[in-house]
């Protein structure tokens, strides 16, 4: 086989193009004479050398691994330059691999627009993490075809010779291998799939009863467990009861003061550059949605993005998965008739958003890619406000969510204030305090470069938050802009509430646990970036128990002094008392003066969210986070949908 050089780009970084992202350029000619890669090896030989390799593993051998590796954009070459030009860039990305290849590993091209490694076995951490850099090299090459420039999207899948029977060969280990190729080319998100008997077994759903059983585990974690143990030490001789109380009182302060400064800090928003630099250039809407969920609102949402004000060329893309034909696929269709600028795109067993997204990559043609929820509807000018960031310098611009559907229930205008609360004070409020702003998984706007490398990992529950954090690793700027409207639909019931705010926190508790400590030993991140990395992954999953521990140490105080022997007037109590009590008043003070009018007009929603988290919406969220990381540590993980409403004039339609 042959393979082509690779030629790296020679000109200039366009104006908007970050400096990190030094994107290799492939350039494909199906006519070009090309010279043969010594690195390759052609396919009977690998065969015969990976059959021999797999048997001596019987003798004691140490156990070999195959990978297989394919290119998801093959087709296109294919039908465009024919099998020669999907040989000439399978023969490139075999070059590019062959660099990492240690001595006596091989890599050829199979009959199946793929590439077949044979590797040395060793530890499973060092395996995937060498799969993962062959992954994010070939993610940055571009192949030319013509006028076209097609990014490549490789996935890998890997079976060890140390799991097969034994009297299995090297070519039951390559079908293991593409089978976890498979897996792999479903999520489309550069993470390396080893094969497993379970990687397609169902998950159980879990007993009704899972749920209460956990929030009453929580419970006896937090409230008994802690005055059980204040009680034991005190038996045998140790009164921990001051310094618990005081322990508990400094981490509710602050914590307290932490969130006094975000909103102090808040109140002088960034804002963007006057004019951007150079042109408006080609930029994509992509959509991820799961349509039986979306069918109330998504044409609204299409109409609404065909409708922004952006001088330069806007494509936006539908990616979608549905179980079934639905009859609003015909409204769409008709709708992408009218006008070429929408792009459908049904994504193949697609089965969550992060799948959507890192399919739909594919298609995006625009320099910055803005990502927005199904139920969404930007500002006219969203665009050209995140260029502006954009083209000065900045990576991400996470923008202003905002609850359109407030007047549906008690639930949603609670939610209408948080969100103010969220998008209007804290997130810009933390990200001018730390120095980097944080992807909220909507109303984010990327370098689509950028977007290609760092992509969605759907094992996250909040691929969003996980997206973020590796792209603060990377060294890349998020930036925090309020002023950068969407509206969006709150869930309309507590039901539906409970259901996305479990998987938001756990999928936090997700992230806390894979990138924390990573964080905190980056060479990448200042002093400062790291202290609010802690403070986001570390202090906040904390916090939720810490709250609830000061009942149980006053409950000690009350049992080991009796209720007379309390000085509750002790200024120090009452002093500190009233300063974290203050917290929830003044946040909503904050939200009430940031945020966007058509919410700020209604001041009755201020007062209702302030009497409701006095009383039940604080607790009720750390319940949350408590039962979340119950729920994580003991490997449940289910994504329900959050059901979408369907907003037409006064009246609100549920979706099914």
């Not at 002088?268 to 109330?296: F, H, M, Q, S, V």
Request: aromatic share 8%.
């Amino acid at each position: 086989m042959q393979a082509a050089p690779l030629r790296e780009r020679a000109e200039p970084p366009d104006a908007g193009e970050t400096r990190r992202l030094n994107v290799p350029r492939l350039s494909i000619d199906a006519n070009a004479v090309v010279t043969p890669d010594p690195r390759m090896t052609p396919l009977e030989d690998w065969r015969e050398v990976a059959e021999r390799r797999v048997g001596r593993r019987s003798r004691g051998g140490r156990a070999p691994v195959i990978a297989v590796l394919h290119l998801v954009k093959h087709q296109v070459v294919e039908k465009k330059f024919g099998r020669r030009g999907v040989g000439t860039v399978l023969s490139s990305a075999a070059f590019v691999i062959g660099t990492e290849l240690s001595d006596h590993e091989l890599v050829a091209v199979d009959n199946h627009g793929g590439l077949v490694l044979l590797l040395h076995g060793g530890p499973e951490t060092e395996l995937r993490q060498r799969l993962r850099s062959m992954l994010n090299r070939l993610s940055r090459v571009t192949v030319t075809l013509g006028e076209e420039h097609l990014q490549i999207t490789p996935v890998v899948g890997y079976a060890s010779a140390a799991d097969l029977p034994g009297d299995a060969g090297a070519e039951l280990l390559r079908e293991r291998a593409s089978d976890a190729a498979d897996v792999a080319a479903q999520q489309l998100d550069l993470v390396p799939r080893s094969w497993t008997p379970e990687a397609n077994a169902r998950h159980r759903r879990p007993s009704a009863l899972r749920t209460p059983l956990q929030v009453l585990l929580t419970i006896a974690f937090g409230l008994a467990a802690p005055f059980l143990a204040l009680v034991a030490l005190f038996g045998a001789g140790i009164d921990l009861g001051t310094p618990a109380y005081l322990v508990v009182t400094a981490a509710l302060v602050v914590t307290a003061a932490l969130i006094w400064i975000e909103g102090f800090t808040a109140l002088d928003p960034p804002r963007p550059p006057e004019r951007p630099a150079g042109a408006y250039p080609a930029a994509t809407a992509l959509i991820p949605a799961y349509l039986p969920n979306e069918a109330a609102t998504i044409v609204d949402t299409v109409r609404a993005f065909l409708a922004q004000d952006y001088p330069g060329e806007l494509q936006v893309v539908l990616a979608y998965n549905t179980p079934r034909p639905l009859p609003v696929e015909v409204e769409l269709r008709a709708l992408a008739e009218e006008d070429p600028r929408l792009v459908l795109y049904r994504v193949p067993f697609s089965t969550s958003k992060a799948q959507n997204v890192n399919a739909a990559l594919q298609l995006a043609k625009g320099e910055f890619t803005g990502i927005f929820d199904a139920d969404h509807q930007p500002a006219p000018d969203a665009f050209r406000r995140a260029w502006r960031w954009i083209s000065h310098g900045a990576d991400v611009v996470q923008g202003h969510c905002v609850v359109r559907n407030g007047d549906s229930s008690w639930v949603a205008r609670m939610v209408a204030v948080e969100f103010e609360s969220i998008y209007a004070v804290s997130h810009p409020g933390r990200a001018k305090l730390h120095d980097f702003g944080l992807f909220g998984g909507s109303n984010g706007f990327w370098r689509t470069s950028l977007l290609h490398k760092i992509r969605m990992r759907g094992e996250m529950l909040t691929e969003d938050i996980d997206s973020s954090i590796r792209t603060l690793l990377d060294g890349c700027r998020v930036v925090n802009d309020p002023a950068l409207v969407s509206r969006e639909l709150a869930p309309a019931t507590l039901k539906a509430l409970w259901h996305q705010r479990i998987r938001w926190a756990q999928g936090w508790f997700q992230v806390s646990r894979r990138h924390l400590g990573a964080a905190l030993r980056s060479s990448k991140l200042s002093v400062r970036n790291k202290f609010g990395v802690f403070f986001l992954l570390g202090w906040r999953e904390a916090y939720p128990w810490l709250s609830v521990l000061m009942y149980p140490v006053i409950a000690f105080l009350i049992w080991r002094d009796g209720w007379g022997g309390m000085d509750w007037l002790v200024p120090a109590f009452v002093l500190t008392t009233l300063y974290t009590l203050s917290v929830g008043p003044g946040q909503v003070l904050f939200a009430y003066r940031l945020a966007v009018p058509e919410i700020r007009a209604h001041r009755r929603w201020f007062a209702g969210y302030l009497l409701l988290s006095a009383v039940f919406y604080a607790e009720f969220k750390n319940l949350i986070a408590r039962v979340a990381q119950v729920k994580e540590l003991t490997g449940e993980r289910r994504w329900v949908v959050t059901p979408r409403q369907a907003v037409r004039g006064a009246q609100v339609e549920e979706a099914a």
